[in-house]
């Protein structure tokens, strides 16, 4: 009589009778074998190189090209922002420092008279239309020199140039070795100087492009300066001169008839 509790041990002594010695463990190793293959096939799976696709290999590229052009893009519109910038930034640099020259000299502009070589004495001034030469009062610094200061404005090619000096520079004659040339602003294409004066007829201001020495001994009472920039833009700086009025004068202001 076999017990109930005794029968898997039968079932596993008759398989081992026919020649199976698995047995029941059979379907529990299987499933081992078959999980340690599924592992040893994910690890070549790893080792193996993968090989992209055509399409693959298109769109990489295509999104490369994309993010490559739009950082060219970029970069381009940051420079050309940057030389914009700085180019602005020097010419408001270059305008300033035409602003306070012209304050300075302008309107300190004063007579002053020298004798020439008849011992006649000539007025230091000289109005062209492209050039200009006055005196003008100046602060003593340091305390060598003198509180005269002489200026003259001119343009050489694309360049506003100044030459000054605390000794007279004389229409008539070149240029003293002590003076100081100094370039103001560049990329000009044309500099144009104009002169005010009060008709005593009409009591009416006259502008001129040539100040006449002989016909107006005196200074004139406004002086415009104007800028044509290579750019196509235009500056014009006009100031009321010192040393023009009749009481700055000390009275000695005539009118050649």
């Known amino acids: 009589m076999i017990l109930w509790n ?6 596993e002594r008759n398989s081992i009778v026919q020649g199976n010695p698995l047995g029941i463990w059979f379907p529990k190793v299987k499933q081992v074998l078959k999980e340690q293959n599924k ?3 994910f690890k070549q799976m790893r080792l193996k190189p993968q090989n992209f696709t055509l399409l693959e290999v298109v769109l990489a590229l295509a999104i490369f090209m994309l993010v490559t052009s739009i950082a060219v893009m970029a970069l381009t519109s940051t420079g050309r922002t940057l030389r914009k910038v700085t180019a602005a930034d020097k010419r408001l640099e ?5 602003d306070r020259l012209v304050n300075r000299a302008f309107k300190n502009a004063v007579n002053f008279t020298w004798q020439d070589s008849n011992l006649q004495q000539q007025m230091i001034f000289s109005g062209k239309q492209n050039e200009l030469l006055i005196c003008y009062l100046h602060r003593i610094d340091p305390a060598k020199n003198s509180a005269i200061r002489f200026l003259k404005l001119f343009m050489d090619e694309d360049n506003l140039m100044a030459e000054y000096s605390a000794t007279p520079i004389l229409p008539w004659l070149n ?4 003076a100081t040339r100094e370039v103001i602003a ?8 104009s002169y005010a004066d009060i008709d005593q007829t009409s009591k009416q201001i006259n502008i001129v492009g040539n100040w006449d020495n002989e016909t107006t001994p005196y200074i004139p009472p406004g002086i415009q300066l104007e800028l044509e920039w290579q750019d196509g833009t235009t500056d014009v700086w006009f100031r009321r001169t010192a040393g023009a009025g009749y009481g700055q004068q000390l009275g000695r202001r005539r009118y050649k008839q």
Request: glycine share 4%.
């Open 6 to 11: 005794e029968k898997p041990a039968l079932q």
């Open 39 to 41: 592992i040893s096939l």
């Open 94 to 98: 270059e305008r300033q420092l035409i």
């Open 175 to 178: 240029s003293p070795e002590t």
């Open 186 to 193: 560049t990329g000009i294409s044309n500099l144009s100087f």
